[in-house]
């Protein structure tokens, strides 16, 4: 059974470093062809995606905010963990990772968790 | 960036209606496409990957359709459990982007 679970804090002042950890089982991110991703939603709006790592620790940032953030893996501990610099108040929203699944050429979002509300408010 | 506009941004229907969902990438995309539901305060569900491959586990009167550009969402027999928002992803090419959802709501 593959669950995944966000952590990290609640609120950040603008300006700060956001660094959310996805802790997950049920599978293993040295597994070809599987991935992890992160995705945010601001309060009553749509998703966004944000990162995709990769089995091969190969990485995808979405453009608008590659500069911001980065995306890494420990494998050992089952962990992905995102860093967002900078933070600003449009930031604010729930930060979901999901399990990428993959079935022949497509890939997919299969199992998230439950998603962390972050604000940023000074 | 590849763009996903999904119509209607929200739609009324009643329990046992057909209800359809379109969504429009403004670029061919092959059948890179994924539906997903999501209920208030939760997470959002897979229901259909590959434009018209059914996620296991969910209900057969939900249905994708579509190649290219142009793709859609069909719930055969609305159930009360099918409220929700629905939206697409296309995992053609980064950004991976969604469509801006459709609040599906009680007549």
């Known amino acids: 059974q593959i669950t995944l679970k966000e952590s990290g804090p609640t609120l950040v002042k603008p300006t700060q470093t956001l660094t959310l950890t996805c802790t997950f089982s049920g599978f293993s991110l040295s597994t070809s062809g599987v991935g992890v991703g992160w995705i945010r939603q601001p309060p009553g709006k749509a998703l966004e995606w944000l990162a995709l790592?990769?089995?091969?620790?190969?990485?995808r940032y979405s453009p608008s905010l590659k500069s911001r953030l980065t995306i890494t893996k420990d494998t050992s501990k089952n962990q992905v963990v995102l860093t967002m610099t900078n933070m600003d108040p449009v930031d604010t929203a729930t930060y979901y990772c999901a399990h990428r699944a993959l079935t022949g050429l497509y890939w997919y979002f299969d199992l998230w968790g439950r998603g962390t509300l972050v604000t940023v408010s000074s | 960036d590849i763009q996903m506009t999904q119509s209607p941004s929200s739609l009324s229907a009643s329990v046992g209606d057909r209800v359809t969902i379109t969504c429009r990438a403004s670029q061919s995309i092959s059948s890179y496409l994924n539906w997903y539901q999501q209920k208030p305060g939760k997470a959002p569900k897979l229901l259909i990957y590959?434009?018209?491959s059914l996620q296991s586990g969910v209900p057969s009167r939900f249905s994708g359709s579509g190649s290219g550009t142009d793709f859609s969402l069909t719930i055969s027999s609305l159930q009360p459990e099918d409220f929700a928002t629905y939206f697409c992803?296309?995992?053609?090419?980064?950004?991976?982007?969604f469509g801006q959802g459709t609040n599906l709501e009680i007549k």
């Open positions: 590959a434009a018209s």
């Open positions: 992803q296309q995992s053609y090419s980064t950004p991976y982007t």
């Open positions: 790592i990769y089995w091969d620790d190969d990485k």
